[in-house]
């Protein structure tokens, strides 16, 4: 009989209380940047949004383009405005670029738990990482609109005392936003009271 070796004992960070339930129906795989060497983050458990959250951006968008349209086409055809071509076009053109890259977008956005902060990164070229510490955390705010509420996502809000760190995650599992809500208020109560 060979000897297994012993289970890893749980880890008590901050962390390992909302990773049991934080990536169901999530995206599988966090896109990295090509230049990912640049990324001064160590590496880690990075949890993502739902893939819903690319369908409610691809409604929104596709209505707002079907609208630029048909108001294109009213212009030009009943009153001849030939300037509604050219403005209506270029709206069209960004429309169609913004919805063909969401699906690329929203797998690029991820946080991760650490031990005193929440790591915060969105973005292929344009990158943003954030990094808001627990005991900074003024308020955390659960938001979701008509067709994020008839998804089951929300956006869970962080507000800093600077305004610049404040961090808004899109497109989480209402069971998600709500437990990690709970949990960032809870450890964020912790850290302050060490302030």
């Known amino acids: 009989m060979t000897n297994s070796p012993a289970a890893p004992e ?3 960070s901050p962390s390992s209380t909302t990773d049991a339930g934080a990536d169901e129906a999530t995206f599988s795989k966090l896109i990295e940047p090509r230049s ?11 949890h993502q949004i739902s893939p819903k959250y690319v369908w409610v951006q691809l409604i929104s968008n596709g209505a707002v383009l079907i609208v630029v349209v048909a108001v294109t086409l009213a212009l030009w055809l009943l009153w001849q405005q030939w300037w509604a071509l050219i403005a209506g076009g270029i709206v069209s053109v960004i429309l169609v670029w913004t919805i063909a890259i969401t699906p690329r977008q929203a797998r690029s956005i991820g946080y991760r738990l650490r031990e005193d902060d929440l790591v915060f990164r969105r ?27 008839g998804f089951g996502i929300a956006q869970l809000k962080f507000v800093t005392a600077a305004a610049a760190t404040g961090v ?13 809500r709970d949990h960032l208020v809870a450890v964020a109560e912790t850290r302050r009271t060490g302030l």
């Open 123 to 149: 973005g292929i070229l344009w990158q943003r990482i954030v990094a808001v510490p627990y005991g900074r955390m003024q308020l955390i705010d659960i938001t979701h609109g008509p067709l994020d509420r």
């Open 10 to 12: 749980p880890d008590p």
């Open 168 to 180: 808004t995650i899109p497109g989480l599992p209402q069971a998600t936003a709500e437990t990690l």
């Open 36 to 46: 990912a060497a640049r990324l001064a983050i160590e590496p880690g458990a990075w």
